[in-house]
Structures are given as structure tokens and as C-alpha cells.
């Protein structure tokens, strides 16, 4: 399996709104915070604050310290935002945002080079679908495509006629929404790259980005259903 790179986990952690939350918590913070404060504050359960915080801190994002109440307290964990890189996430979306519209001044709106881009990408996830595949290359194409679409940080979710997966999230929302037809493609790239890569034929799968304003689907062939 290919390990995801740092950027590729921060995208992740950053697709769930409540994790976007705990950050800016963290951020605006004058000192660290326990997990009890943080899901008295976000309004969340402790058990689900701490799911949250543990995904920001394998991010890099944030960083726990451990403090004692006294000798024979027990250790109190805190956490606290890591100094972010905030300059150069900024500089990443800009350069993202100026790609997709020199792409976009294509004829076809930058569709067909987009689509080339995510089969491309795919590469790096084949070995993580094949692991996830089962029966051989020929495959069902759904667990390994949720299971790298759960990686990205999509958000996948089978619906329930197992014809369409519902996309809850996008660590690229912002940049698709601008480049709709440039980074949607790329995606929809990508997902026909998985496809081919175990022997289904990537005409089975089309895109339907922003059915919702959070929420675009992924329709497949009947005979993945």
C-alpha cells in the first residue's frame, strides 16, 4: 500500500467540518486544551472529540502535551495547534486554483486533459485497491473505491440500491467549486484510472458534482451493483 503523503492527510483530516472546527478551536487558543474542553465547546460527545483530535494529530496538525495535576494526579493530556504552515497551504490552493484555470482555457474546458491528470493519479492507489479487491483483478470495483475514496477524504457512502456512492466531502471543495470542470474531471480521472486498473471498464462510472452544495454522487453500472 502507498503510504499517504503528509499533504494527502491533512486534506483528509481537513474534509470533516468538525475537525475544521477543533482546529480553529485549538488555533484561537490562548493555552492547550483537554479533549473534555474541546467537545464541550464544539458541542460534541468526548469520545467523538477525541476520534477528531486523534486524526488532526496524526495530520501533523496538532500536538498533545502531557500534564500532571500534582504527584499522584493522573497525566492530563492537552492539545494545541502545531505553528501551521498556513503560508504555504495558501501558496498549494493558489497554485491549484492557477493550474485549473490555465487547464480550463481548453476547448472542452479542460475535461480531457483533467481526466488524463486523475488517471494518472490513480497510479499511486492501484496496489491499495488490488489489496482491497477481492477474487482477482476482475474485482468488484465498490470496497476498493470506497476504501481509496475513504483514504482522499471524501467521505464515500454506498447508497443503499448500491448504484450510486454518495461523495459527503471534498478535501478540494473550495478549488471545485471554482474549477468545477477541471478538478471534478480529475476526480472522475481518477475513479476510471481504479477502475481499469482492476478490470472493469472505466465507462461504468460517471461523476455528478454538486447536487448539493456539499454533496456530489458517483453513478456506477448496474453490474456493480
Known sequence: MVPPTQNEARHAALASEP?????????????????????????????TARFHL???????????????????????VLFSAVAAPLAAENAQQQLIETLAGVIGEDADGG???????????????????????????????????LSV????????????????IALKACPFR??????????????????????????HDAEDISLEPFVQPTLCLVHLSPQHS
Not at 57 to 62: F, K, Q, R, S, V
Request: net charge neutral.
Open 149 to 164: 475514496l475513504t483514504e482522499i477524504g471524501f467521505e464515500p457512502e454506498l447508497r443503499a440500491d448500491e448504484a450510486v
Open 111 to 145: 475535461r480531457a486533459r483533467a481526466i488524463r491528470a486523475g488517471d494518472r493519479w490513480s497510479a499511486q492507489y492501484a496496489a491499495a485497491a488490488a489489496g482491497v479487491a477481492t477474487d482477482g483483478p476482475a474485482a468488484d470495483v465498490v470496497p476498493p473505491l
Open 19 to 47: 475537525r475544521r472546527r477543533a482546529l480553529a478551536l485549538l488555533t484561537e487558543s490562548a493555552v492547550p486544551l483537554g479533549v473534555a474542553a474541546v467537545a464541550d465547546a464544539l458541542g460534541l460527545h468526548i469520545t
Open 174 to 199: 473550495a478549488e471545485a467549486r471554482s474549477n468545477p470542470d477541471v478538478v471534478c474531471s480529475v476526480h472522475l480521472g481518477l475513479m476510471k484510472g481504479l477502475a481499469r486498473s482492476l478490470g
Open 54 to 76: 486523534e486524526h488532526l494529530e496524526a495530520a501533523g496538525l496538532i500536538e498533545r502535551q502531557v500534564a500532571r495535576a500534582g504527584q499522584r494526579g493522573r497525566p492530563h
